[in-house]
């Protein structure tokens, strides 16, 4: 009874703190704050008046689920008044960076764009990375916008050129040639089995080919093949043709695309609540490929498809890319086009222009922008429903054992391999689909080895000791995991500010069969065609993928490529065969043992002795 009488006493206190604050608003331009309970920031924006435009969050005509969820978590407002709107825009998006606040038009997915870059190093590396900010010295090429395109570059560099990719650390230690020498993919400089000189003429030939000289690479090539042919170094001359050839049909497949000019091209889809936007990236005239996001936004007003698109393109470039092109190709016409402009313009220090209307080439760019952000939009919006689905049974399922709004949902698993490179995961979901810009993974320390109990205490802990708890937390587990989650918000204090779930897999582990476990509440076994227990499993399952994937990079990390220099039996040319046939060490790891018999020259007992190697 106290407890209620203190929520409505609290909810009184707080309604009356935001009038007056409303009331005393300015009606000039400025930025503001929303603060959550414990003085969180939970949403920046900007206005042209502060005052018309923070008012309308608390209209009752409000109907948008998203802006209802931050109205009812604000307890402060802050504001920042300025002189002009460019001024706005810059503080609005550097506030975002900075903080990250949970209900800004920010994109699920914010990973940096690829690169590919050659180091300054005596014996120059070829290498990736997210951002220029790389922490390598170097000239870099891009952006990709998916991985598989800088690796397929990277991969296509080895072949051509055989320039180093590996770390400083490890090139410094060898002792004798690795893998990628035996392969043909590397020189050997780590061991002196290739001259300064020469090896510097293979990076300056590969520097050209990124740079888009294809054609000047190609001379090159020939006049080296031409050379070694005349000083009769046959074998010499095979390599260089072998490599001629491979460009040759490089510049086959990029025929369309050879033409001028760096552009980043922009196309807006929007239904129903659910708006795509298609990113293209052109460099060189060549188009490096494109990427679909699905930001989130709160709506206020009637938002067009112009002003959302502004927003975004402002969110990109503070948020995702550290490249600015010439030019900015637009399926909208914006009307803050200039201001825009101008602010990324002073933001890179390089100049850019924003255009809608274009011809040629361009216009071929962004018709084939706007087609995809159509496609795009059309598969998530079935997906969309089915998700809108699945919430609404899941919300109506736990109404018989709380009255709590759930849209934010959080999930943990733990994986390793006997103990081995133990991983926690954190996956995020909300009305909207997985928060992956949100995911978070954990390595655990310091407790026994395959102690799930203890590695989901230390897991949680960390997260909770400074992160808000969301509005259902899914711990994949029985009543053990549950209880250890339980104890953890306990010793927090926070044990209230939750629904806590654990997922226990049913008769036979077989999926379908799950049972939910609350705390005080008793144990739910739902259909297999329940559409809220769909909703978990899937939640469940993306936290497991999250979770072994990381820790399968983390496990193979530790064991690295050495461990087939210990195989008996196992010589030179079998690795060097079997690396050729599977295309790397990571293939062969994920290789079975029958695939990895069927190599020319390994057979089953030896393939049974690798196999164990990799996996014990």
Known sequence: MNDALDCQSDDFDRHSHLSAILKSLPNLPGVYKMLGKNGEILYVGKAKSLKNR??????????????????????DIQIIIVRGETEALLLEQNLI???????????????????????????PRLGFGRGKGNHVHGRFFGPYPSAAGAKEALLLMQKLFM???CTNSYFNTRKRPCLEYQI??????????????EYLEDVNDALLFLGGENVQAQQMLVAKMEKAAEELNFEQAAFY?????????????????????????FAISHKSGVTCIHVLTVRGGRVLGGKNYFPDEVVIGEENNAERLSEFILSFYFQVSDDLPSELIVSEVLTDAQTIGELLSEQFNKKTQIKHR?????????????????????????????????????????????NRIIDRIECFDIS????EAAVGSCVVFDS??????DYRQYAIHDITAGDDYAAMRQVLMRRYVKHELPDLLLIDGGKGQLNIAKEVLTELGRLDETLLVGVAKGEGRKAGLEVLHFIDHEPIDLPMDSKALHLIMHIRDEAHRFAITNHRKKRDKARGSSVLEVIPGLGEKRRRDLLNHFGGIQQLIGASELEIASVKGIGKVLAGTIYKALHA
């Open 163 to 165: 320039i180093r990719d």
């Open 97 to 123: 960076k900075e903080h990250r606040p949970p209900y800004n038009v920010i994109l699920r997915d914010d990973k940096s764009y690829l690169y590919v870059f050659m180091s300054t190093d005596k014996f």
């Open 416 to 419: 390793h391999t006997m103990g």
């Open 241 to 265: 043709r072998d490599r001629i050839t491979m460009v040759s049909e490089m510049q086959a497949r990029q025929a369309v695309f050879r033409l001028s000019g760096e552009a980043d091209v």
């Open 184 to 197: 043909k993919r590397c020189k050997a400089p780590c061991v002196g089995l290739v001259e300064h000189k």
């Open 358 to 402: 274009v011809q040629k080439h361009r216009a071929e760019w962004l018709d084939l922008a706007k087609l995809n952000a159509d496609n795009a939009l059309k598969a998530k919006m079935s997906d969309y429903y089915e998700l809108k689905s699945r919430f609404t049974a899941l919300k109506l399922m736990l109404a018989s054992v709380s």
């Open 432 to 437: 909207g689909g997985a928060r992956k810009r």
């Open 54 to 75: 923070v008012s309308s969050y608390f209209a009752k005509t409000i109907e948008h689920p998203k802006t209802r969820a931050l109205v009812q978590r604000i307890y």
